[in-house]
């Protein structure tokens, strides 16, 4: 789906779409406890959809009504031979992999570029307690049994690797210690996993500065549980703010633990020259926040930038290959970009998405205001499937053909 957006000023309110960082959790819970569960506003996103669809793998019975998905949770171990479609979600692979070592053997298959981003952690902890892991071009097999003890993992990859063992751990009948190495980025993300596990009645102690005990022989509780708004998508929307919109975003949690939550304070810090700001605990506003630098004109620096190689693009280069079309230059570092100070001119020729729904968001900003084409925006059905129906709504004039 290819998208002919034209020069728009947007004003209005928009309901936020429902975190995707709590939904993959929750319904994740929902799966592990004994009973049934209900998790109210999921949404229609691949992301979603792809997790639904391997948490059915492992045996759990999920069953949607409109935004409800009703769940009874698995029952003894995984199936044999269970093959899990995580399509291009990185939370579903990572959040999955060790609850799914019961003993048998498992694949997990999904997209060239979620394949590419891989486990690596889990490679080299799990390799070491005798998981067997092969990775094909088509996805991961394994075979083993995830054991209590414990696990030291370095903290400036990715948090869902954490989560993962948060997860997995407090089924197994023996304790268990995670430790995670400093820098600790994201760990807003370890949080909202923290507080998902306490609303489905895991205990989880951190004794210590990112150190968690964690009690084995605990049974997940089954609960209805409703989805919080997610303060990620709403800064795509709150974004045009920057260009002249006027946008309320509503059925946000003002005290909500999501890290992407700075997004209001660092729009305005982008109102003034010379802005430093550190996104190393909320990588996905890198898109959105390098297009709104670049709209204002004033330019900015962004630091913590390195883990947005191994999202579903290489967001720095891309976004800086992006602004360059609009007349914007960039300056890349190993952990940093520099959005320069200049004015945006619309774009020759239509700019591709690079298949990233962050890319889709920033995109959509920039054209805003300059007019332009983004090729394949089917990708921001990744996490936002309404994305453009909503803003459309609010006053963006945009062309296309949702098929």
Request: aromatic share 10%; net charge positive; with cysteine.
């Given at each position: 789906m290819n998208v002919k957006i034209y020069p728009s000023r947007l004003s209005g309110e928009i309901c936020a779409p429902p975190s995707k960082s709590f939904a993959h959790?929750?319904?994740i819970c929902a799966a592990l406890a004994e009973g049934e569960s209900d998790v109210c506003g999921v949404s229609q996103s691949?992301?979603?959809?792809?997790?639904?669809?391997c948490l059915a793998a492992l045996g759990a019975h999920c069953e949607r009504c409109g935004d409800t998905v009703h769940i009874r949770g698995i029952a003894g171990k995984t199936p044999e031979g269970a093959l899990l479609p995580c399509r291009e979600s990185g939370s579903t692979l990572r959040f999955l992999v060790p609850l799914s070592l019961t003993g048998g053997e498992l694949r997990f298959e999904g997209a060239p570029r979620l394949l590419e981003r891989g486990i690596g952690l889990y490679e080299e902890l799990l390799g070491e307690k005798g998981i067997?892991?092969?990775?094909?071009?088509?996805g991961i097999t394994l075979r083993g049994r995830l054991e209590s003890g414990e696990y030291t993992l370095r903290g400036d990859v990715s948090s869902q690797f954490v989560?993962?063992?948060?997860?997995?751990?407090?089924?197994?009948?023996?304790?268990?210690?995670?430790?995670v190495l400093p820098p600790v980025e994201s760990?807003?993300?370890?949080?909202?996993t923290l507080q998902v596990l306490a609303q489905f009645g895991i205990e989880i102690c951190e004794r210590a500065a990112n150190e968690f005990?964690?009690?084995?022989?605990?049974?997940?509780?089954?609960?209805r549980v409703c989805v919080e708004g997610d303060w990620s998508n709403a800064a795509a929307l709150y974004a045009f703010n920057c260009v002249g919109g006027s946008v309320k975003v509503r059925s946000l949690r003002e005290d909500s633990v999501q890290g992407d939550r700075v997004c209001l304070e660092y729009f305005k810090a982008l109102g003034s020259p010379g802005a430093v700001l550190d996104i190393s605990n909320c990588p996905d506003l890198g898109p959105v926040l390098f297009a709104a630098a670049a709209a204002m004109g004033k330019g900015a620096e962004f630091t913590g930038t390195r883990r947005l190689r191994i999202?579903?693009?290489?967001?720095?280069?891309?976004?800086?290959?992006?602004?360059?079309?609009?007349g914007i230059g960039c300056e890349i570092e190993d952990n940093s970009l520099t959005v320069l100070p200049g004015k945006l001119r619309a774009p020759s020729a239509p700019v591709s998405s690079h298949n990233d729904h962050r890319i889709v968001m920033a995109l959509t900003l920039l054209m805003s205001v300059t007019g332009g084409e983004i090729l394949s925006a089917q990708a921001v059905r990744?996490?936002?499937?309404?994305?453009?129906?909503?803003?459309?709504?609010?006053?963006?004039e945009a062309e296309y053909e949702d098929r």
């Open positions: 959790r929750e319904l691949e992301d979603m959809l792809a997790t639904l669809d067997e892991i092969k990775k094909d071009s088509g989560s993962g063992l948060l997860f997995a751990l407090p089924r197994l009948s023996g304790d268990s210690v995670i430790r760990r807003a993300y370890i949080d909202v005990y964690v009690r084995g022989g605990q049974k997940y509780r089954a609960q999202k579903e693009s290489d967001r720095a280069a891309v976004m800086a290959q992006c602004l360059e079309r609009f990744k996490s936002y499937p309404d994305f453009f129906e909503q803003l459309r709504a609010i006053g963006l």
